[in-house]
């Protein structure tokens, strides 16, 4: 897929853009990218295996470090890490909940809110994120999408002077697309 194509998008007021693609969220043009992690930040499979992957060392050395310093990360926090050989000024893991553990749609959006914070506390304009919980963590389609819209309309409604001003809703899965397209059509 040579550029991501634009699915949905919502204003808020003059600045706030938030747009749901279907892309690779490696090549997304935007200053931040969002991982979808666990609590150890271990970047073995998955999303965060791919950004790892392409990341190179320096990303799971500072994510090691990270964990060192503060142990496990809890569910629904968020952390900046370099983004290494990657096009970005870094890499905000987001520890999503597992399915199962209970409040999961709350905790994903707590975990979606603590990565737009540290992209504002950055200074980042834009960022984008993959479709957290909803892959090996196994949390429903359902339950993401109400997430994923939720902490962005809540984002944009509590923070309108920002420097965060788009944020894209990056996809590659028909049931996570059908599921926020649905959600965003409530």
């Known amino acids: 897929m040579a550029g991501a194509t634009i699915l949905h998008e919502i204003r808020f007021g003059p600045a706030g853009l938030f747009e749901v693609v279907e892309g690779n969220l490696l090549a997304e043009p935007v200053e931040a990218i969002v ?43 968020a952390v900046v890490t370099t983004a290494g050989d990657l096009p970005f000024k870094g890499v905000i893991h987001a ?21 737009f914070r540290c992209a504002h506390e950055a200074g980042w304009a834009s960022l984008s994120f993959p479709a957290v919980s909803s ?29 965060l001003r788009n944020v894209r809703l990056c996809l590659r899965d028909q049931p996570i697309i059908e ?8």
Request: aromatic residues 4%; hydrophobic residues 45%; glycine residues 12%.
């Open 135 to 163: 892959g090996i963590f196994a949390v429903p389609a359902e339950i993401c999408a109400r997430a994923y819209v939720g902490a962005v309309r809540g984002w944009f409604a509590s923070q309108p002077a920002s420097s």
């Open 179 to 186: 599921a926020v397209l649905k959600e965003l059509m409530r």
């Open 95 to 115: 520890v999503g909940p597992r399915h199962g553990e209970g409040d999961e749609e709350a905790k994903l959006a707590r975990a979606l809110a603590a990565a």
């Open 35 to 77: 991982n979808a992690a666990n609590g150890m930040l271990a970047h073995g499979g998955g999303v965060a295996g791919i950004i790892s992957r392409a990341a190179g060392p320096a990303l799971q050395l500072e994510s090691d470090r990270i964990v060192r310093e503060r142990e496990m990360l809890p569910t629904g926090s």
